[in-house]
C-alpha cells in the first residue's frame, strides 16, 4: 500500500512519525518472508490516537510491527502499511526492583540488563528473539519462564476506546503464548517487577539455557521459532517428527532438521511455500493423531 493523500503526508511529521517508503518485510521479519509496502516509524507513542485517527479516516490499512520473529507476511505488494515504535534511548530504566521497558526494546537485551543490575527471573527468556512488546503481546516463554508472570503494567494504547491506558499487571490474563489484549492493542512499554539475584548466578541460568536452545533449535537459519503451539499435554515437535517429517520440504520452506516444530527458509521461501507446509504438516498430524495444531506463528495473509 502507497500512502497517496496530501493531507496525510503533510500531518505525518507534526506527529513525528517517518515514512520509509517501499520497504520489504522480507528485511524486517526472522522469516525472512514479505513483500512490500511502506512504514510508518513511531517516535512519540502520545501521537499514536491521533495518528490512527488519521489512518482510518482516510482509509489507510495498517498493522503494527514488534521485532518480526513470530510473523509470516504475505508476499507481493501489501494491501496496508506497517507501524513500528523507534526504540528510545535509554530503552530499560531500573529501579528497585522494577525494570521500566520500551516495548521496542529487545528482549534479550532486556533479560541482560536486568541481570547486570542483580535482577533475575527471566532467564528462560534469553535466545527468545524479537521485542519486549512482542513478547508481551505474545506471552512469550521458555523454559518454564513466562514474561507474563512479572509484569506489575502495561502501557498499551486500546484500540476500542482509542486511547493510551495504563494496565495493572493483575487485570491482564497472560495463558501460554495468549494474552487477554485485542489484536489492534499496541504495547508501547512495561514496568517489570523482577527478583533479586547475585550476577553470576543468573548468568548461570542464562548459560544453561543458552546450551539447551543451541542444542535443540536451528539458530543461525531464518525461521519464525515454532511454529505451532503446544497442543495441551502434548508436544508438537515430537509428533512431527514421529511422523519423519523432518527434513520435508515445499520450494524453499522447510521443516528443521534439528527440531521439527521449526519451519526455516533455506533461501528464496516464499509465503505460499511456506503456507503450504505449514497446512501440508498440520493436515499429517491431523489424520495420525487427531489433533489440529493451532499455529503459533501470527500470519499477515490478508
Ligand atoms: N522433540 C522431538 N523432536 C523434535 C523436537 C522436539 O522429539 O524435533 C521432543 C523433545 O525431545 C522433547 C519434547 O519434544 O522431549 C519437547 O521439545 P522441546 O524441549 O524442544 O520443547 P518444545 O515443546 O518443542 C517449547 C516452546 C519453545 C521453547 C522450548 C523450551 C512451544 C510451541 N515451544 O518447545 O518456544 O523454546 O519449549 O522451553 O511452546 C517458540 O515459542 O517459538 C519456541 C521456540
Known sequence: MRIANRKVLETLPELQVELRARISLAELTSLGIGGTTELLRIHQHDTIPELLNLLDSNHIVHRFLGGGSNLLVMDGELPFVVMQLVR??????????????DAAADLGRTVTFCAK?????????????????????????????????????????????????????????????????????????????????????????????????????????KSAGCIFKNPPGASAGRMIDELGLKGMRIGDA??????????????HASAADMLALIAN?????????GISLENEVVVWNA
Open 281 to 289: 504438516v498440520r493436515e499429517r498430524v491431523h489424520q495420525s493423531y
Open 254 to 267: 522447510r521443516v528443521s532438521d534439528r527440531h521439527a516444530n521449526f519451519f526455516v527458509n533455506e533461501g
Open 88 to 101: 528510545p534511548d535509554p530503552d530499560i530504566v531500573i529501579e528497585g526492583n522494577i525494570a521500566s521497558a
Open 117 to 221: 543490575h542483580n535482577l533475575g527471573g527471566m532467564e528462560g527468556l534469553i535466545g527468545v528473539p524479537g521485542t519486549v512488546g512482542g513478547a508481551l503481546r505474545m506471552n512469550a516463554g521458555a523454559y518454564g519462564t513466562q514474561i507474563g508472570s512479572y509484569v506489575r503494567e502495561v502501557k498499551v494504547y486500546r484500540a476500542a476506546e482509542r486511547r493510551i491506558e495504563i494496565l495493572r499487571g493483575e487485570k491482564i490474563s497472560f495463558e501460554y503464548r495468549h494474552t487477554g489484549f485485542a489484536p489492534d492493542d499496541m504495547m508501547l512499554a512495561v514496568k517489570l517487577e523482577l527478583p533479586s539475584k547475585p550476577y553470576q548466578e543468573i548468568l548461570q541460568g542464562i548459560r544453561i539455557c543458552n546450551e539447551k536452545r543451541r542444542a535443540s533449535q536451528p539458530l543461525g537459519q
